[in-house]
T-cell receptor, first 109, second 116 residues
Framework: GQNIDQPTEMTATEGAIVQINCTYQ??????LFWYQQHAGEAPTFLSY??LDGLEEKGRFSSFLSRSKGYSYLLLKELQMKDSASYLC??????????WGAGTKLIIKP | IAGITQAPTSQILAAGRRMTLRCTQD?????MYWYRQDLGLGLRLIHY???????GKGEVPDGYSVSRANTDDFPLTLASAVPSQTSVYFC???????????????FGPGTRLTVL
């Protein structure tokens, strides 16, 4: 079956760095997405990885290892506004997104 | 501003009633999707459409129907609502659908539906 696993909740301190891990099993693989979702709002696109390695985009970076079925989202210089849920999703061979349940990130001052 | 709109924002519905959730996009995207989001679960795909005139079933299609008469609109209908359909419903669109591409999905603001 297809499955996306990520931690349910994480806590970090303002100004620090946090890494949110995601492991995936999909039928075929056409890339991995990270989305951010603030409470009560719609998910918004953060990053897309299809090749192994690190993609950096400002304070946010995303890493992919296809051989390990593993990705992480790295958030640097955390700000209070980064408090949100972070959704990992794998794109399978039919170009359907398989979603994880999301990681709720709590930022403390 | 280009994007996706959904209506209504929220709705309380009696069990057994028929309800249509509306979704409109102005980005001329080929593909559209309906998801439900429940606490502790990932987004679950209900139905999708890769292009106007075609639709497909997702992971949890039972009790729901869709139509795609044109590129912009993708309504979701609950023929006879049941309490287990209480959820937040998100409509999304993407440029390519199953034609490939990175296929970033853009989401509407959601409809919060409560079935009593």
């Amino acid at each position: 079956g297809q499955n996306i696993d990520q931690p349910t909740e994480m806590t970090a301190t303002e100004g620090a760095i946090v890494q949110i891990n995601c492991t995936y099993q999909t039928s075929g693989f056409n890339g991995l997405f990270w989305y951010q979702q603030h409470a009560g709002e719609a998910p918004t696109f953060l990053s897309y990885n299809v090749l192994d390695g690190l993609e950096e985009k400002g304070r946010f970076s995303s890493f992919l290892s296809r051989s390990k079925g593993y990705s992480y989202l790295l958030l640097k210089e955390l700000q209070m506004k980064d408090s949100a849920s972070y959704l990992c999703a794998g794109l399978d061979s039919n170009y359907q997104l398989i979603w994880g349940a999301g990681t709720k990130l709590i930022i403390k001052p | 501003i280009a994007g996706i709109t959904q209506a209504p924002t929220s709705q309380i519905l009696a069990a057994g009633r028929r309800m249509t959730l509306r979704c409109t996009q102005d980005m001329r995207h080929n593909a559209m999707y309906w998801y439900r989001q429940d606490l502790g679960l990932g987004l679950r795909l209900i139905h999708y459409s890769n292009t106007a005139g075609t639709t497909g079933k997702g992971e949890v299609p039972d009790g729901y129907s869709v139509s795609r008469a044109n590129t912009d609109d993708f309504p979701l209908t609950l023929a006879s609502a049941v309490p287990s359909q209480t959820s937040v419903y998100f409509c999304a669109s993407s440029e390519f659908g199953n034609s490939g591409g990175t296929d970033t999905q853009y989401f509407g603001p959601g409809t919060r539906l409560t079935v009593l």
